[in-house]
């Protein structure tokens, strides 16, 4: 029976006023940026109150002639490649640590989320010493590598719960059935984890998109990515803010659509699911 008390309409009152409280703070920053991106430069800081029509595209003319469009291809290829490999090398790995017979996987388990919680100071910089020997500062394949590290134990971690999910009867009908075990992880349990596969994707696909310190520290012209060429509307004499929030806009734009695709995977992810 529905509850039409007053007690209770208050209570489901305070709830939506908190809600969209809420609400308005989180998007208060995405207005905010929309509304840098088309005020002129004299107008910027202003009350939007005192000039409502002074609105520009001047600030999208100006980011489109400067070099952060091939940093944000530069973004896209690396993030895209990283977590393409950590898939490839980090799903078969979490399943054969997930199905096999081993005695050491609190140890496996403790190296992952130690180098999943390391800060990435501790690998950027012998990275950095690496590359310099071997010439791959500067290159898409130097930094596919490092943002790989950065997802892989991500994948490895992810995807070990997952498959953990599976029940070992499954596994093991699949092998009576005469299927290889390389046939039963493709056929049998990445189906069955799909949510867990989809979460461990994005979620890889952006932590590379969002790196900054990786590519500030092995990048130069040629690879250098998105959030790091922000910094090119930044000088000592002045800070092009209608840029930098025409480029905020372009580097969240592409990550919405993947989100919303991949919000009920991560969900069923997070809550431990696997699909029957």
């Keep these: 029976m529905r509850d039409s008390t007053a007690s209770y309409r208050v209570k489901r009152g305070l709830g939506i006023a908190m ?55 530069n973004s896209f290829i690396t993030a895209g490649c990283s977590t393409a490999l950590a898939l490839i090398l980090g799903v078969p790995g979490a399943f054969s640590l997930s199905k096999r017979k081993a005695a050491n996987k609190f140890l496996a388990s403790w190296l992952l989320l130690l180098l999943r919680m390391a800060p990435p100071v501790g690998f950027v910089i012998p990275l950095f010493l690496i590359y310099i020997k071997t010439g791959m500062i500067d290159t898409y394949a130097g930094l596919i590598f490092a943002y790989t590290s950065l997802t892989l134990p991500f994948v490895v971690w992810s995807m070990w719960s997952s498959f953990n999910q599976i029940p070992d009867e499954l596994v093991e009908a699949g092998l009576m059935d005469g299927a290889s075990m390389w046939n039963v992880l493709l056929k049998v349990a990445i189906p069955a984890a799909r949510p867990g596969l ?79």
């Design 19 to 73: 809600m969209l409280a809420f609400l308005l703070f989180a998007l208060l920053p995405v207005i905010w940026v929309i509304i840098l991106a088309l005020r002129p430069a004299q107008q910027l800081f202003e009350p939007i109150w005192r000039s409502p029509l002074a609105l520009t595209l001047d600030n999208i003319y100006s980011i489109t002639r400067s070099d952060f469009p091939k940093a944000l291809v």
């Design 198 to 276: 989809v979460a461990a994707a994005v979620l890889s696909f952006l932590l590379a998109w969002n790196d900054f310190f990786f590519a500030l520290i092995i990048t130069r012209a040629d690879t250098m990515t998105a959030p790091v060429a922000v910094m090119n509307f930044v000088s000592y004499a002045s800070v092009d803010w209608g840029a930098i929030a025409v480029a905020s806009i372009a580097l969240t734009l592409p990550v919405v659509p993947i989100i919303i695709i991949a919000n009920k995977y991560i969900v069923q992810s997070l809550g431990g699911a696997v699909k029957g």
